[in-house]
């Protein structure tokens, strides 16, 4: 009888709770709210806003005027754009020639050696600081007349090697892009450490065993298998150098004139300094485009990665 009540009472029970599922399928919801509110006010909103003002006339305080696509009609036809896209160029070679390169070299060299921890950590060290703190740093290590370069080459009698490495082109360049791979080589090596530490070891032993060692031994086996890592931090270096702002703005502030300028540099200027914010626009449009492209062949080849571990 008793199980005779319960499943009359059941129903009725099901009537007086109808709100119950739906506040079980909306909890979820909630949670994730705040999160996709902070994208959408602080990712989405900015880029769609950038994309609108690109294509008009801005000085940051009059109304936009619409022009259609004639800022970037204009954008390849201003030498100091070309000039800036040249040297963001430069500065993207570079970033994966000597960054990646020193981080693959000294990931192989300490993985595996007496003393590697503390080599390892002098090297990554660098990367703790910001790029505008390296930039101030290397702004007295550069310095003319009293530069810790220039006074040691006057002291070792090579006084005539001492340069203006901050105010010539191109070596101000030059001088930028070793901050830049100091900086960043630590944060390289890590990540082939990374990939060192998850290769199998049997194809290692077994090449060590066929008498494959030294050099013979990194190019014919592990190179190979830490190519997916290969691919992942020459991609990151690829979009952290053609967004590189901070350490060149610290350092030249593109200059001298305007000869060391990089699309992000001159993105900058545009807007905040010479208030042609429609202008600026187009150019962060260009860098986001460039970006996002290679932003999802890193994404896809992460995912790659996942799907085979």
Same mark, same amino acid.
């Given at each position: 009888m008793t199980a005779t009540i319960d499943q009359n009472l059941a129903p009725a029970l099901r009537r007086r709770s109808p709100g119950r599922p739906l506040r079980q399928r909306i909890v979820? $919801?909630? $949670? #994730?709210?705040? %999160?996709?509110? *902070? !994208? =959408? /006010?602080?990712?989405?909103?900015?880029? #769609?806003?950038?994309?609108?003002?690109?294509?008009?006339?801005?000085?940051?305080?009059?109304?936009? !005027?619409?022009?259609?696509? +004639?800022?970037?009609?204009?954008?390849?036809?201003?030498?100091?754009?070309?000039?800036? /896209?040249?040297?963001? !160029?430069i500065w993207t070679v @570079?970033? #994966? #020639? *000597?960054p990646v390169t020193l981080g693959l070299v000294f990931a192989l060299? *300490?993985?595996? =050696?007496?003393?590697?921890?503390?080599?390892?950590? =002098?090297?990554?060290?660098?990367?703790t600081i910001s790029a505008a703190a390296a930039g101030i740093l290397f702004s007295f290590v550069f310095n003319y007349d009293n530069g810790v370069l220039n006074m040691i080459l006057r002291a070792i009698g090579l006084g005539d090697l001492a340069s203006r490495w901050l105010f010539d082109v191109p070596t101000n360049t030059f001088a930028m892009i070793a901050t830049y791979t100091w900086q960043q080589t630590g944060l390289n090596m890590m990540l082939f450490l990374v990939g060192l530490q998850g290769l199998p070891p049997e194809p290692i032993e077994a090449a060590k065993i066929e008498g494959c060692t030294g050099w013979g031994l990194v190019r014919r086996i592990i190179l190979p298998m830490l190519m997916p890592y290969v691919v992942i931090t020459t991609l990151l270096a690829i979009v952290n150098g053609f967004k590189v702002f901070d350490l060149i703005w610290v350092m030249t502030q593109g200059g001298p004139?305007? @000869?060391s300028e990089t699309l992000a540099v001159?993105?900058?200027? +545009?807007?905040?300094?010479? *208030?042609?914010?429609g202008y600026s626009a187009s150019i962060a =449009? &260009?860098?986001? !485009? &460039? %970006?996002?492209?290679?932003s999802y062949f890193y994404l896809r080849s992460v995912l790659e990665q996942e799907a085979r571990q």
């Open positions: 979820p $919801y909630l $949670y #994730v709210l705040p %999160a996709a509110l *902070f !994208v =959408v /006010l602080f990712l989405l909103y900015p880029m #769609v806003l950038t994309a609108w003002r690109s294509l008009t006339r801005f000085d940051g305080i009059s109304d936009p !005027v619409y022009i259609g696509f +004639e800022n970037f009609r204009t954008l390849f036809q201003d030498p100091y754009f070309l000039l800036s /896209l040249r040297n963001t !160029v @570079a970033a #994966v #020639v *000597f060299a *300490f993985s595996r =050696v007496r003393w590697g921890g503390f080599f390892k950590t =002098v090297i990554y060290l660098p990367a004139g305007r @000869a001159t993105m900058y200027r +545009e807007g905040f300094i010479l *208030f042609n914010q =449009v &260009v860098i986001s !485009v &460039v %970006a996002l492209a290679f």
